[in-house]
């Protein structure tokens, strides 16, 4: 089967579908505004100029004749693009069909608020597509508002790789009590909010270290953040990392925090659960889904650092009984529904439907 993807290039859950289906012995193609190459995968750049993540990107739809010529070159079996917005317009724009659309959270449950354009772009993508893989309950009953009818969509969550991160090499320090973010330091993952919650109980926790693993557009604003609040000492920034030292941190982890304002799925929560970490996340129903409060993690509210301090502070007093409750609970829900082999597997028949039909 031939594969054409439009999507981000620089995105690592674009590079791990085209790896994925190239692994399987199919020819991948990536169409992508960004320069980049990918062992392989045949990538063909089409200059847009600056791709924002803010979105307001207008010059991609000046493009879409190049795209659609591009495409009829390829002679792909499935188009399949990757956000609704953007990628998803020049998709639908090709005509080409079976048109495959992945909807990621922030292009369904945000953007057709924003303007009346954007809901008209997004309702135009979905219409075009022949069948949308959505990443949530929420993220479904949401494209379904905008007329979609409901049989055209599969939740898809894209899941982890369980020989990858699992808690088999587990091991927590004696001397420390570790709080992990691997959230990319952009607003909507309302990184702040955890900040000030560590100002309030550090003094309560000796050996108190808080994990920022990634980076971001705020990444001076973050670090200058620590200053002003007085918690450079146990805020470490530690970049992004391989993939390596990305899971021993994780199995270094005693709790991970993630308290974005909006989400798809987090794929980063799931990775944490599955290498044993108890959590804290952001009550919103992408959360919702993974944690169960009390259980495996607490839910807290988007914008209380005292009720998050509280929650840490508690973690760390009970952490014994918690984690292990957490971890019988962390396994079976992944297993259920978390893991990237056993849902590329339902992509992978759905093209098969697709190209036969």
Request: hydrophobic share 40%; aromatic share 10%; charged share 20%.
């Amino acid at each position: 089967m031939k594969i054409c993807y439009l999507a981000d290039g620089e995105s690592l859950h674009t590079i791990r579908w085209c790896r994925h289906f190239k692994k399987l012995g199919h020819e991948v193609h990536l169409i992508s505004f960004k320069d980049v190459a990918i062992d392989g995968i045949y990538v063909h750049y089409i200059d847009a100029g600056k791709i924002k993540r803010s979105g307001g990107n207008w010059r991609v739809v000046l493009k879409y004749r190049r795209i659609r010529s591009l495409i009829q070159r390829i002679k792909p079996d499935i188009l399949h693009a990757h956000y609704a917005t953007g990628y998803g317009l020049v998709g639908a724009l090709s005509n080409f069909h079976p048109f495959v659309l992945t909807t990621y959270g922030t292009d369904i449950l945000i953007s057709p608020s924003q303007s009346l354009l954007y809901k008209l772009i997004i309702k135009f993508s979905l219409k075009k597509a022949d069948w949308i893989t959505s990443m949530s309950i929420q993220i479904t009953e949401a494209i379904t508002s905008l007329g979609v009818k409901k049989d055209k969509i599969t939740e898809v969550v894209f899941g982890i790789d369980d020989k990858i991160f699992n808690h088999i090499n587990r091991k927590l320090p004696a001397d420390k009590f570790i709080i992990t973010s691997t959230r990319h330091f952009e607003q909507v993952y309302n990184l702040p909010l955890l900040f000030h919650a560590i100002q309030i109980i550090k003094q309560k926790i000796p050996g108190l270290v808080v994990n920022m693993v990634s980076d971001g557009t705020l990444r001076e604003e973050l670090k200058a953040m620590a200053i002003k609040l007085d918690i450079k000492d146990n805020v470490i920034f530690k970049g992004k990392l391989q993939l390596s030292q990305f899971v021993e941190i994780l199995n270094q982890t005693h709790l991970y925090v993630t308290l974005a304002f909006s989400d798809g799925n987090s794929v980063s929560l799931t990775e944490a659960m599955a290498c044993g970490a108890f959590s804290i996340a952001s009550d919103i129903p992408a959360n919702r889904q993974w944690i169960s409060d009390g259980v495996n993690g607490f839910l807290v509210p988007v914008d209380d650092p005292d009720s998050l301090a509280q929650k840490i502070l508690y973690v760390y007093e009970n952490y014994n009984k918690l984690e292990v409750n957490c971890h019988h609970y962390n396994d079976n829900i992944i297993n259920e529904k978390g893991l990237w082999f056993k849902n590329m597997e339902k992509v992978q028949q759905k093209y098969e439907s697709l190209v036969k039909n």
